[in-house]
């Protein structure tokens, strides 16, 4: 490890070690999403060191993303999203590798969005998407880092195919076309609940966030860790 | 012979029927009857989570000791003695 790698992550080599903040440097992620949780997750990730970031969203920066999404300044307004992540995770962190691409998540596009990644972090707006996501998660025995925000509430768990339950065994799904009120700091937890989970699972650290739903409940400053087990005859996970 | 239930309610539940309760319950209860029960007691929660007709509205999550209703009997579900039942509504948002 360079010099400048050793100074740069003195702060969390003592916690991972330099084999652990090698595991970082390799790893390869998908943040899908890059609004609230994502640009969070996405920031954290980068400064984190870890090596590859893939950026997927297909919208393009609007004012009333501002509040929450930090990574955009009110001159991106109009541009893709992931091409102003892209040049701001890059001035964070030029060590590491990022690829924007400005594409709707679908059926169509899901294989090569999760091509060659080692872990998904789910940042979606909506259950639809996540559920394509899901899929892919458990087909390719991918890990995948679920995080939902509505308001000051909050929920993330951490889904590892063979060992939990998948997104389809605990939510129904949400009603379509609602716009959801949002608070940064909301974002903010999640996001970094989102984070510490990926760092943990690619590290090999801690004990990760698995058959429990993490639910963050700001107005009462409270968190709360319910189990949330496996439905056996989930189609998607339950092998039936 | 009562069933000691205990109702954890999160985000928007939780502001009209409070964090935990615990309830005894008659041995055949379901967990479609303890809902019932508590919406006579939280007209709120009924409007929160029931149709006008009676309907449990879609995207609520209901576990039962961690699992969803949905993959169990629905809101004909039993219920035993210690269960823990969490209520919350859909979180969807990025």
């Known amino acids: ?240 | 012979m009562k069933m000691k239930i205990t109702v954890r309610a999160f985000a928007d539940y939780r502001e009209i029927i409070g964090k935990e309760m615990e309830l005894l319950l008659p041995a055949e209860k379901t967990i479609g009857g303890l809902l019932a029960d508590l919406g006579d007691r939280y007209p709120n929660l009924r409007r929160e989570m029931f149709t006008p007709a009676g309907e449990l509205k879609e995207f609520i999550n209901i576990f039962i000791n961690g699992r969803n209703i949905a993959f169990l009997k629905n809101m004909a579900t039993p219920l035993s003695d210690g269960d823990i039942i969490a209520l919350f509504p859909p979180v969807a948002g990025g």
């Open chain 1, 1 to 240: 490890m360079t010099k400048y790698n050793i100074d740069r992550y003195q702060r969390q080599i003592t916690l991972l070690g330099e084999e652990g903040q090698e595991s970082l440097r390799r790893a390869r992620v998908l943040v899908a999403g890059v609004g609230g949780l994502g640009t969070i997750v996405a920031a954290d990730l980068a400064a984190a060191g870890v090596g590859f970031l893939r950026l997927a969203d297909n919208d393009r920066v609007e004012l009333s993303n501002l509040n929450r999404q930090f990574l955009f300044r009110p001159d991106d307004i109009g541009r893709e999203k992931t091409l102003a992540a892209m040049e701001r995770l890059h001035l964070l962190n030029p060590e590491i590798q990022v690829e924007g691409i400005s594409q709707t998540i679908d059926n169509e596009t899901i294989n090569e969005l999760v091509k060659d990644i080692d872990l998904i972090v789910d940042a979606m707006d909506n259950f639809a998407t996540r559920f394509i996501l899901n899929q892919a998660a458990f087909s390719r025995h991918l890990p995948m880092i679920h995080g939902a925000v509505r308001g000051f509430f909050g929920q993330a768990t951490t889904l590892i195919p063979g060992k939990t339950g998948c997104l389809q065994c605990f939510f129904a799904g949400n009603p379509l076309g609602e716009i959801i009120p949002v608070i940064g700091a909301t974002c903010g937890v999640i996001g970094s609940v989102q984070a510490s989970e990926t760092i943990k699972v690619l590290t090999g650290r801690g004990e990760p966030l698995t058959n429990r739903l993490f639910f963050w409940d700001g107005w009462a400053g409270e968190g709360t860790v319910i189990d949330a087990k496996r439905n056996p005859r989930c189609i998607i996970c339950g092998g039936g």
